[in-house]
């Protein structure tokens, strides 16, 4: 029993998978705008505009907001 117990462990200490990279914030926020401009609607602008007031990506929805509004 105590063979069978020995040869199960590897010796090795045990370790936490890694973990990934973050993920690069300038372009999870460029994919959400992305994501809205293909949408193409006033909610999905006005969305994107809600998270990310402070993005200059944010300029570009309101100024697709204006061109809807049209």
Not at 9 to 14: C, I, L, N, Q, R
Not at 17 to 27: F, G, I, L, T, Y
């Amino acid at each position: 029993m105590v063979q069978k117990a020995k040869a199960d462990d590897s010796g090795k200490a045990g370790h936490a998978p890694a973990m990934p990279m973050a993920r690069d914030p300038a372009v999870a926020v460029a994919e959400e705008y992305e994501a809205a401009r293909r949408k193409g609607t006033q909610e999905a602008f006005e969305l994107f505009i809600a998270r990310h007031g402070d993005d200059p990506l944010a300029e570009q929805a309101r100024a697709e907001l204006k061109r809807l509004w049209r």
